[in-house]
Nanobody
Framework: QVQLVESGGGSVQAGGSLRLSCTTS????????IGWFRQAPGKEREFVALIRWSGDFLYYADSVKGRFTISKDSAKNTVYLEMDSLRPEDTASYYC??????????????????WGQGTQVTVSS
Protein backbone atom coordinates (compact mmCIF):
# COMPACT_ATOMS: atom_id res chain seq x y z
CA GLN A 1 0.00 0.00 0.00
CA VAL A 2 1.21 3.48 -0.90
CA GLN A 3 -0.03 6.73 0.61
CA LEU A 4 0.42 10.12 -1.03
CA VAL A 5 -0.14 13.56 0.47
CA GLU A 6 -0.02 16.73 -1.60
CA SER A 7 0.85 20.16 -0.25
CA GLY A 8 1.96 23.55 -1.49
CA GLY A 9 -1.13 24.76 -3.27
CA GLY A 10 -2.35 28.32 -2.96
CA SER A 11 -3.30 31.47 -4.79
CA VAL A 12 -0.91 33.35 -7.04
CA GLN A 13 -1.08 35.99 -9.75
CA ALA A 14 -0.44 35.15 -13.38
CA GLY A 15 3.26 34.88 -14.10
CA GLY A 16 3.99 33.68 -10.56
CA SER A 17 5.33 30.40 -9.27
CA LEU A 18 4.35 27.65 -6.87
CA ARG A 19 5.97 24.40 -5.82
CA LEU A 20 3.77 21.44 -5.05
CA SER A 21 4.98 18.52 -2.96
CA CYS A 22 3.82 14.92 -3.00
CA THR A 23 5.05 13.10 0.08
CA THR A 24 4.86 9.34 -0.18
CA SER A 25 4.84 6.54 2.36
CA UNK A 26 4.79 2.79 1.93
CA UNK A 27 7.01 0.71 -0.27
CA UNK A 28 7.79 2.21 -3.67
CA UNK A 29 9.91 0.35 -6.20
CA UNK A 30 12.09 1.83 -8.92
CA UNK A 31 9.64 0.97 -11.70
CA UNK A 32 6.78 2.90 -10.07
CA UNK A 33 5.75 6.14 -11.73
CA ILE A 34 4.56 9.15 -9.78
CA GLY A 35 2.30 11.38 -11.80
CA TRP A 36 0.68 14.76 -11.34
CA PHE A 37 -2.81 15.37 -12.64
CA ARG A 38 -5.14 18.33 -12.39
CA GLN A 39 -8.85 18.87 -12.58
CA ALA A 40 -10.64 22.15 -13.09
CA PRO A 41 -14.34 22.57 -12.25
CA GLY A 42 -16.52 21.01 -14.93
CA LYS A 43 -13.56 19.45 -16.72
CA GLU A 44 -12.03 16.01 -16.83
CA ARG A 45 -8.91 15.18 -14.88
CA GLU A 46 -5.88 15.69 -17.11
CA PHE A 47 -2.31 14.53 -17.03
CA VAL A 48 0.37 17.09 -16.16
CA ALA A 49 3.72 15.33 -15.62
CA LEU A 50 5.28 12.11 -14.39
CA ILE A 51 8.57 10.82 -13.08
CA ARG A 52 9.69 7.23 -12.72
CA TRP A 53 10.82 6.56 -9.15
CA SER A 54 14.21 5.41 -10.47
CA GLY A 55 14.56 8.92 -11.87
CA ASP A 56 15.41 7.77 -15.39
CA PHE A 57 12.25 8.97 -17.11
CA LEU A 58 10.30 12.22 -17.09
CA TYR A 59 7.35 13.22 -19.23
CA TYR A 60 5.25 16.38 -19.51
CA ALA A 61 1.98 17.37 -21.06
CA ASP A 62 2.46 19.82 -23.91
CA SER A 63 0.45 22.45 -22.04
CA VAL A 64 3.04 22.68 -19.25
CA LYS A 65 6.26 21.82 -21.06
CA GLY A 66 8.89 24.48 -20.46
CA ARG A 67 6.98 25.96 -17.51
CA PHE A 68 6.65 23.07 -15.04
CA THR A 69 9.45 20.87 -13.70
CA ILE A 70 8.98 17.55 -11.93
CA SER A 71 11.69 16.25 -9.62
CA LYS A 72 12.23 13.82 -6.79
CA ASP A 73 14.05 13.75 -3.45
CA SER A 74 14.49 10.10 -2.57
CA ALA A 75 15.75 10.87 0.93
CA LYS A 76 12.49 12.66 1.67
CA ASN A 77 10.30 10.28 -0.34
CA THR A 78 8.87 13.36 -2.00
CA VAL A 79 8.10 14.33 -5.57
CA TYR A 80 7.92 18.01 -6.45
CA LEU A 81 6.16 19.94 -9.18
CA GLU A 82 7.75 23.33 -9.69
CA MET A 83 5.29 25.53 -11.58
CA ASP A 84 6.57 28.74 -13.17
CA SER A 85 4.95 31.31 -15.46
CA LEU A 86 1.57 30.30 -14.15
CA ARG A 87 -1.52 31.17 -16.16
CA PRO A 88 -5.19 31.47 -15.15
CA GLU A 89 -5.88 28.28 -17.12
CA ASP A 90 -3.58 26.39 -14.71
CA THR A 91 -6.21 26.89 -12.01
CA ALA A 92 -7.30 23.46 -10.80
CA SER A 93 -7.06 20.91 -8.04
CA TYR A 94 -3.76 19.11 -8.42
CA TYR A 95 -3.38 15.45 -7.53
CA CYS A 96 -0.40 13.14 -7.34
CA UNK A 97 -0.75 9.46 -8.00
CA UNK A 98 1.35 6.29 -8.10
CA UNK A 99 1.38 3.68 -10.83
CA UNK A 100 2.75 0.41 -9.45
CA UNK A 101 3.10 -1.31 -12.81
CA UNK A 102 6.01 -0.87 -15.19
CA UNK A 103 3.98 1.21 -17.62
CA UNK A 104 6.00 2.76 -20.43
CA UNK A 105 4.45 6.19 -20.17
CA UNK A 106 1.36 6.28 -17.98
CA UNK A 107 -0.59 9.41 -18.85
CA UNK A 108 -4.14 8.18 -18.20
CA UNK A 109 -5.65 8.38 -14.75
CA UNK A 110 -6.68 4.76 -15.11
CA UNK A 111 -3.00 3.78 -15.19
CA UNK A 112 -2.63 4.83 -11.55
CA UNK A 113 -3.40 2.78 -8.47
CA UNK A 114 -2.99 5.20 -5.57
CA TRP A 115 -4.07 8.83 -5.27
CA GLY A 116 -3.62 11.72 -2.93
CA GLN A 117 -6.40 13.99 -1.76
CA GLY A 118 -5.41 16.96 -3.92
CA THR A 119 -4.32 20.53 -3.38
CA GLN A 120 -5.91 23.64 -4.89
CA VAL A 121 -4.02 26.01 -7.16
CA THR A 122 -5.67 29.29 -8.13
CA VAL A 123 -4.06 31.67 -10.61
CA SER A 124 -5.59 35.11 -10.99
CA SER A 125 -5.15 37.40 -13.96
Amino acid sequence: QVQLVESGGGSVQAGGSLRLSCTTSGRIFGWYSIGWFRQAPGKEREFVALIRWSGDFLYYADSVKGRFTISKDSAKNTVYLEMDSLRPEDTASYYCAADRTASTSPTRQYDYDYWGQGTQVTVSS
